[in-house]
């Protein structure tokens, strides 16, 4: 038999065994999971990327594909 993995929750630290018992892993509680989300939304957390372009610079309608 394996030994169980254990994460720690990435918003309060808790320990979390990843298994099916734990359905909101890597979080402890939908809590935990939604003040994650919530900080995505409000664009507190981001992936680094290259630029800070938005979606819209460099577009133009007059662009043909």
Known sequence: MS???VVNCPT???KVIWNESSPFRPFCSKRCQLID??????????IPSEG???D???????KQP
């Open 37 to 46: 989300l919530g900080e995505w939304a409000a664009e507190e957390k981001r």
């Open 3 to 5: 030994e169980a993995t």
């Open 52 to 54: 800070d372009l938005s």
């Open 12 to 14: 309060c630290g808790r």
């Open 56 to 62: 819209s610079d460099g577009w133009s309608e007059d």
